[in-house]
């Protein structure tokens, strides 16, 4: 008991100067983490979105969307392919019903080529299938999604997504976002001291899909109101149009779409003063924009963002330098948000906010302060009745409860991990068990001196039958927190963590620290009685 | 200087001999909690039944405009809001249940969220919103099975570690404790409509990780004795296990209680259920490691051989037997 060997003593104290100085930085204000040079380490814990304040979104992808542009994209590849094939292949009746893409070969004898001319369409870049080939009737083909092609499909939307989320929150400046993948379907953006996050959630919301159509003026304006297209044209919703009537229907053909972008800026009309969006097409974009408005001189076409018509204007000579303006009653936020938003790309899939959690910086700050009141009033009256109870001992024990605390910090701190609401729950209960393995120990040692037992036996014992119950309680902890941390979502997730850090640490302090304080002070004043 | 003993040395209660009554007792309040949480049912939150929460401040104000707000919210036309006080008099949370379609449509609850933050605003220019909460339908259900589906993993993982380490009896003791703390936990929220929410479930996580804390304590001791006082008949021997460790008890459960206390006086507003679920949760874990683990030991027919291997077991009842005889 008395044996504590120096290089013990010297790793323990190493480790305690250690933990109190990688615990300082979470406590020091802003302004001196600046000034403390960089490499020294001063990494500190960040507090969670319900303690600091700041946005919480999910967005879920929606996939049915997704399946549908595959469908639409994989129909146009087989037209282009049965059209160039030698000799042509004419199809008919194609349809995209029931999630696959079905028509008929019009010449039964062609079936055979059609196949072999699809085959390529199918083919993804691994060497497999995205779609399987499916022959019925002798002269129908349908075309099945492979499960494994639309789980690569949305994987990679998935991915490509973020990275435009991503740019189009940077282009804002100033915020620090974290944005992550989760699971299949989701994409978590945080944005800590964000509290008002409309305008961010439409800002990442919108897909950005641009296209140019013309407008079907032939169609009668009254089928038109009630969504009837003739064949060949669609209705779309066009809220600002001024006849009054919130659709329009366009041409579904010959129209051209707005991902051949170079660049997008906000910008003002020259006559009206209008907030604007210029953008400036690539090569091949530009030249399909100069023939298109070549050709449909004084004719009307419509600009079409997200399946929605915003403007609709007469093209009143050919546009050939590749770049153009929009206008649609935009104010300079919007306008500019929309340049923002086309610079990043368009999502590659529809993304649609599930959760939502926003915590003002008022209510964060409220929770700190009486968080920190009760912590603090709660800490000096678990350190007066452990004083009060075991002297000596209970001051020990103290110690022991403050460098665990340390400690805990420190290591979050290390990982940079997370402080939640949650996490102060685990927070108290890790304080509990250190309390409880310093109470277990000092009743131990009271009773082994009733019995009758010398001071160093005493202690010895103490130690060593509560060692027992200590850890089986602990082991039964981290055993909760492991399972805890599987199987549970977020906030409880930030609970499992801090209580498997501090499972450990409060068995180390509240154990072998006490150990070596009680054993030197034993060595040093070999005390004949024990007050406890 | 004279130390503090909140239990006095040799203290020998008789706990034991009120366990029937302390089981009955336990057993109407567990029914009855079942019997709240059947009838007047949780009030979940928005975490677990999805929706939106809104918490606002009315700045400068003396209260609430909480009628002009069910109003201006109901013209909505989602529904007739729930709006509770949360803190001070100008502090009042908001919430809305989903929609009709909702489950059509997943980003209907945060549409619904925007739009009465919207009109709030509007209606009220002085209103300062402290925190939007929205979950759709489908979130809510995993949260809520995720949420459930951990608590059940964590009580089942620790009960088959107390079953390895000690008996499977402990193992059964162990659990029936988890349950009737868990349960009587459910049932004081049932009765007070206070809020659950996925908070609440980190406080029952803290409740099962206490009272496990406490029942292997006193379990240990158990089996020390048992070890030790061969001969002992178990109700006594419980007896004199409970107390040896009542100093222990008395003390942790004090000092981890009274910075719930505070909590729970001053702490802050967001958690005060979470505050009040620890503290009544750590009072019944208490109670429960010695009037519910322990006994159960009786019940489940745990004696002096429990602990000892097989071959022993048979010397030592031929042990006692040529004892009888003498």
């Known amino acids: ?532 | 200087m004279k130390l503090l003993k909140l239990v006095p040395d040799n203290t020998n209660i008789g706990f034991l001999k009120w366990r029937n009554i302390a089981f009955g007792v336990s057993i109407l309040l567990m029914v009855a909690s079942i019997a709240l949480v059947a009838t007047r049912g949780l009030n979940f939150g928005v975490d677990f039944i999805g929706g939106q929460m809104i918490r606002t401040t009315f700045v400068g104000e003396q209260a609430a405009p909480v009628e002009a707000l069910r109003e201006s919210v109901g013209e909505l036309g989602y529904g007739e809001p729930t709006i509770q006080r949360f803190g001070a008099e100008n502090q009042v949370s908001i919430r809305m249940k989903l929609p009709d379609g909702a489950d059509k449509k997943p980003e209907l609850a945060n549409v619904m969220a925007e739009k009465i933050v919207a009109k709030i605003k509007e209606d009220h220019p002085k209103v300062r919103i402290d925190g939007v909460d929205s979950v759709s339908g489908k979130v809510s259900s995993e949260l809520f099975e995720k949420g459930f589906f951990a608590l059940i993993a964590a009580a089942l993982g620790v009960a088959v570690y107390v079953w390895f380490r000690f008996e499977w009896q402990f193992g059964m003791g162990a659990i029936w404790a988890l349950v009737h703390d868990i349960t009587l936990t459910f049932g004081l929220f049932a009765l007070t409509q206070m809020e659950f929410d996925l908070n609440i479930i980190a406080a029952l996580l803290t409740i099962i990780g206490y009272s496990l804390n406490d029942t292997i304590v006193i379990y240990d001791r158990i089996r020390e004795n048992l070890m030790k006082f061969r001969k002992m008949d178990l109700p006594a021997l419980l007896d004199l296990s409970v107390n040896e460790t009542l100093s222990r008890t008395v003390m942790t459960s004090l000092t981890i209680l009274t910075p719930l206390v505070v909590l729970v006086l001053f702490g802050p507003d967001v958690i005060f259920g979470f505050s009040v679920a620890m503290a009544f949760g750590i009072f019944v874990g208490s109670y429960s490691s010695i009037y519910q683990s322990a006994p159960f030991l009786i019940w489940f027919g745990v004696n002096s051989d429990s602990f000892v291997p097989a071959e022993k077991v048979a010397d030592s009842k031929v042990e006692r037997l040529n004892e009888g005889k003498v």
Do not use: C
């Not at chain 1, 392919?81 to 696959?100: D, F, L, N, Q, Y």
């Not at chain 1, 379907?185 to 013309?214: S, Y």
């Not at chain 1, 009668?220 to 001024?242: F, W």
């Not at chain 1, 000596?392 to 420190?410: P, T």
């Open chain 1, 1 to 532: 008991m008395l044996d504590f060997p120096r290089w013990r003593v010297i790793m323990l104290n190493t480790l305690m100067v250690l933990s109190l100085l990688l615990a300082l930085p979470s406590f020091l204000p802003k302004s001196w983490l600046d000034r403390i040079p960089d490499g020294v380490p001063k990494q500190t814990i960040s507090l969670g979105l319900d303690l600091a304040g700041g946005s919480h979104i999910l967005l879920e992808a929606d996939t049915a969307q997704l399946a549908r542009d595959r469908l639409e994209s994989i129909e146009d590849s087989v037209r282009t392919a049965m059209r160039r094939a030698e000799p042509r292949i004419t199809i008919e009746a194609v349809t995209r019903t029931g999630g696959k893409l079905s028509f008929i070969v019009t010449d039964p004898a062609q079936i055979d080529a059609a196949r072999e001319a699809l085959l390529p369409v199918v083919a993804n870049s691994v060497g497999g299938r995205d779609w399987t080939i499916e022959v019925t009737d002798g002269n129908r083909i349908s075309l099945i999604p492979a499960a494994t092609g639309n789980t690569t499909a949305l994987d990679q939307a998935m991915n490509s997504a973020k990275d435009v989320i991503d740019r189009r929150i940077n282009a804002v400046g100033t915020l620090e976002p974290t944005i992550i993948r989760q699971g299949a379907d989701r994409i978590v953006v945080q944005v800590p001291g964000l509290d008002d996050p409309q305008a961010l959630k439409e800002l990442i919301g919108k897909t950005a899909k641009l296209e140019f159509k013309l407008v079907d003026e032939g169609a009668d304006p009254e089928q038109t109101a009630q969504g009837k297209a003739r064949v060949g044209s669609q209705v779309l919703p066009y809220p600002d149009n001024p006849t009054g009537i919130p659709y329009i229907a366009v041409r579904r053909l010959g129209g051209i779409s707005g991902d051949k972008l170079t660049g997008a800026q906000q910008s003002f009309d020259q006559q009206t003063n209008e907030a604007v969006v210029i953008i400036q097409f690539d090569g091949e974009g530009g030249q399909r924009f100069a023939r298109m408005t070549q050709q449909n001189t004084g004719k009307l076409f419509a600009i079409i963002l997200d399946g929605q018509v915003i403007s609709a204007p007469r093209i009143n000579e050919p546009i050939l330098g590749g770049t153009s303006q929009i206008s649609g009653s935009f104010t300079v936020e919007s306008a500019s948000q929309l340049a923002i938003a086309l610079n990043s790309g368009a999502l590659p899939v529809n993304l649609k906010v599930v959760e939502e959690r926003s915590v003002g910086p008022d209510l964060g700050a409220d929770s700190i302060r009486s968080g920190m009141i009760a912590a603090l009033v709660g800490t000096a009256a678990v350190l007066m009745w452990m004083i009060l109870s075991y002297g000596r001992f209970g001051i020990y024990a103290s110690y022991a409860l403050v460098l665990n605390v340390a400690m805990i910090l420190a290591v979050m701190a290390m990982f940079n991990a997370t402080l939640t609401l949650p996490g102060i729950a685990g927070f108290v209960l890790t304080i509990g068990a250190a309390v409880d393995a310093n109470v277990l120990i000092n009743e131990r040692i009271r009773e082994e001196r009733r019995k009758g037992r010398r001071v160093i036996q005493a202690i010895e014992n103490g130690y060593k039958e509560a060692s027992r119950a200590i850890f089986d309680a602990n082991i039964t902890n981290v055993i909760a927190a492991v399972l805890l941390f599987i199987f549970g979502s977020g906030p409880i997730r930030g609970f499992a963590v801090v209580l498997m850090i501090g499972i450990v640490t409060s068995v180390f302090t509240a154990v072998t620290f006490t150990r070596m304080w009680v054993s030197r002070w034993v060595k040093r004043a070999r005390p004949q009685d024990l007050n406890i």
